[in-house]
């Protein structure tokens, strides 16, 4: 068995954050998230959990370390939240720096390993309350928490500005006039049925999505609208930081800028994370129950527009794909057989990837261990074989993903593992394929 | 001798029962004023039917990722938990208690069958300690928590084996056996085995948030 202390990586974050901690700081920090914010069901998970190690294949980490039972789920568990909970919070800064880099680098909160406790202990939320801790006593790898500073501060994940918001939808929408001469990207619309939202990244340096989403809305003949005012983007870092005030505040804007525009309901582009912050967690920070705005998931969105017969292609998809499911949308939101149906409509040839649909592995950049950054890569590489024996069994050559994070992990894994595979959202697929007027 | 086998079949058992129950109900209690308090977001989610179709799902071998990823655990920890309800309420021997102590008539195993299936649950414990002792992933998470809760329910089985058996004196045994009961049942709610009153609680947690929430299957 491996040991955390023995593959320790050097971070600023991390390393900065632990410099500043005394044992008594950690106890208060420990008890008081412990005792406010945490209750039976930490309590009853720790104390029922027998031990068994049934939990332990169902983690990708495990499984791509040659069963290193340093990364099984319950080992994970037992070396940070278990350690905090039975010394009640003594415990050293350094080791603070070990958990922290267990809890946000080898989970990715992805909950495969539900399916596989009979006891039905939730891993992913045990990781996440050590996160959080750690947050409080301000140990967080760097490249995630600037990442929610950046959200703190501009209420996107990008430092983007809020006129280079705006600069970047009309700019898209005047390339995209080239092709489609009277297409509009329609600023804070009231009313319209569709809030579309994106994440910061698509501005940023993936604005072809913007591009190739507006085309579909415009070529189905959809009434939408995109907002021009902070609210827009949907990601949210601040959730997997453990930055739970910040995640709250982040959802409050972006439910509260759709319920402005009283539209009816909000489309999110394909993304995995920000679907979690909306039905899972933000909402229920806030105190909802479930979104107070209608949303659905891109996936389901073409999925609806494929079953009005509003997309309409020229021709299917002729090499062989493959699916990547996301965890936030499959065991999330169980989307896998929309999922399906949609890329079977757009595709001659789907090779299953085994195991798939909810039990589908994790891309290992998810949780946000991908923000994690550089210094964390190798992690991810090493940690996620699995997924590369996975993609390279299919034999085939583009792999449908319809999650950014998704996108970014399985692309660095494909690279390293050296595949000669390609991801595609499944708006690239519908762009390439779809009707577009003659010029 | 006899005297201590009075004391220990009469008025100890009585304690054992009393700490058992009402142990349980503190622990059940308290731990729902705790969620009450501080898990709404969970509760919120809490359904029925959701919680039903985990546990079935759960309750047939083989039928969850956890099952098939290791068949003798799946195996063992079947007869185990079957074989610990038959015997600790179905035996003949304990048949004859039932109806003693409380004046309840219940169904009784046939004596050969009821030696029998007390052999397969000491088996079945035996796999459970060869896991704790051999493979990696159980090992390295085993204290000695884990270690007290098996011998805990190793010890009423073993020892009733051997008073049934008439290996060593009897009445010995048999004290020591119902001893080892008494000790099991009172400890239920104190120890890892307390998972016999919330298993099923956070079984039902996880089927609801999968069922209601995530809409897909938690097996
Ligand atoms: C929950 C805990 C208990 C378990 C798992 C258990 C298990 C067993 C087993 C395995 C046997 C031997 C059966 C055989 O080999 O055929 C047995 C016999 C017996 N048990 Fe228990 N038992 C428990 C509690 C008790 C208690 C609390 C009492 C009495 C207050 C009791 C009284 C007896 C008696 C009188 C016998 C017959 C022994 C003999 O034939 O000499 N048991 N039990
Ligand atoms: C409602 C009743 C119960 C439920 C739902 C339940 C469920 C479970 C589950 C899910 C496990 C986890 C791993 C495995 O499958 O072995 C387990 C383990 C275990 N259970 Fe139970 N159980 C119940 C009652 C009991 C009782 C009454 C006892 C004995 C007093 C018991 C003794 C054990 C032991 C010793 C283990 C650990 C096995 C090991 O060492 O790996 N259980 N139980
Ligand atoms: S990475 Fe996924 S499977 Fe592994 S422990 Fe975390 S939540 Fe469980
Ligand atoms: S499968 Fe569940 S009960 Fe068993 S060790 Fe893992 S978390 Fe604990």
């Given amino acids: ?439 | 001798m006899t005297e201590f086998y009075v004391f220990v079949s009469g008025p100890l058992a009585w304690i054992a029962w009393g700490f058992f129950i009402i142990g349980s109900i503190y622990r059940l209690v308290s731990m729902y004023a705790l969620a009450k308090a501080k898990d709404g977001s969970s509760l919120a989610y809490m359904s029925l039917p959701y919680s039903l179709r985990s546990i079935l799902n759960w309750l047939i071998p083989f039928n969850t990722m956890g099952w098939k990823s290791d068949p003798l655990m799946t195996v063992a920890t079947f007869l185990f938990h079957i074989g610990f309800l038959l015997v600790a309420v179905f035996l003949g021997a304990h048949a004859v208690l039932w109806d003693t102590a409380f004046g309840i008539s219940i169904p009784s195993l046939p004596g050969g069958f009821g030696d029998a299936v007390s052999f397969v649950v000491i088996a079945a414990c035996a796999v459970f300690a060869y896991r704790r002792l051999a493979l990696p992933h159980v090992k390295g998470v085993t204290r000695p928590k884990d270690w007290f809760s098996l011998i805990l329910v190793a010890l009423p089985f073993v020892t009733g084996v051997l008073a049934y058996h008439q290996v060593g004196p009897v009445l010995l045994m048999t004290t020591l056996h119902v001893l080892a009961g008494e000790l099991l049942l009172a400890l239920i709610p104190f120890t890892r085995l307390s998972h016999a009153l919330f298993a099923l609680l956070t079984r039902s947690y996880m089927g609801s948030e999968f069922g209601a929430v995530r809409h897909a299957k938690d097996w």
């Fill in chain 1, 1 to 439: 068995m491996s040991r955390i202390a023995d593959r320790k990586v050097a971070d600023p974050g991390l390393a900065n954050g632990v410099a500043s901690l005394t044992p008594e700081k950690i106890e208060k920090v420990v008890n008081q998230v412990l005792k406010g914010e945490t209750g039976a069901k930490l309590k009853v998970y720790q104390e029922t959990c027998m031990r068994c190690g049934l939990c332990s294949q169902g983690c990708h980490f495990y499984m791509s370390h040659d069963f290193d039972p340093s990364y099984s789920p319950v080992n994970k568990a037992t070396e940070t939240m278990y350690e905090l909970m039975n010394k009640k919070g003594k415990v050293t800064p350094d080791q603070i720096y070990l958990m922290a880099q267990m809890a946000f680098t080898e989970c990715n909160l992805c909950k495969r390993c539900a399916h596989y406790c009979p006891i039905g202990i939730d891993t992913g939320y045990i990781m996440s309350m050590v996160r959080r801790i750690c947050y409080m006593l301000d140990v967080v790898p760097q490249y995630i928490r600037d990442t929610s500073h950046s959200h703190a501060s501009t209420m996107n994940q990008m430092w983007v500005k809020d006129d280079e918001w705006i600069d970047s939808l009309q700019w898209q929408e005047d390339e995209a006039r080239d092709e489609f001469p009277d297409l509009r990207i329609p600023l804070d619309k009231e009313g319209a049925d569709v809030y579309y939202s994106v994440i910061a990244p698509e501005p940023k340096f993936r604005t072809q999505l913007i591009y190739q989403a507006a085309a579909i809305m415009h070529a189905a003949g959809v009434d939408y609208t995109m907002p021009s005012e902070p609210g827009w983007d949907n990601s949210d870092m601040c959730m997997f930081v453990g930055d739970y005030e910040n995640m709250g505040r982040l959802k409050r804007a972006h439910f509260e800028s759709a319920q402005k525009l009283r539209v009816k309901r909000i489309v999110m582009g394909e993304c995995g994370h920000a679907f979690r912050s909306v039905y899972d967690m933000g909402n229920r920070w806030l105190g909802y129950k479930n979104s107070p705005v209608p949303i659905v998931h891109a996936i389901e969105f073409y999925w609806e527009l494929i079953q009005q017969g509003k997309i309409k292609i020229t021709h299917k998809y002729e090499k062989p794909v493959t699916i990547q499911d996301p965890c936030n949308v499959m065991r999330g939101r169980g989307l896998m057989d929309k999922l399906r149906e949609v890329v079977h409509f757009l595709c001659e040839e789907v090779v299953e990837m085994i195991p798939n649909r909810e039990h589908n592995y994790c891309c290992c950049a998810g949780g946000g261990v991908i923000n994690c950054g550089p210094p964390f890569k190798n992690t991810r590489m090493e940690g996620n074989r699995i997924k590369a024996e996975q993609l390279k069994a299919t034999g085939v050559h583009d792999v449908v993903i319809p999650c950014h994070n998704c996108h970014g992990g399985l692309e660095d894994i494909i690279g390293y593992y050296d595949l000669g595979m390609h991801g595609k959202f499944i708006g690239d697929i519908i762009y390439e394929l779809m009707e577009k007027p003659e010029l």
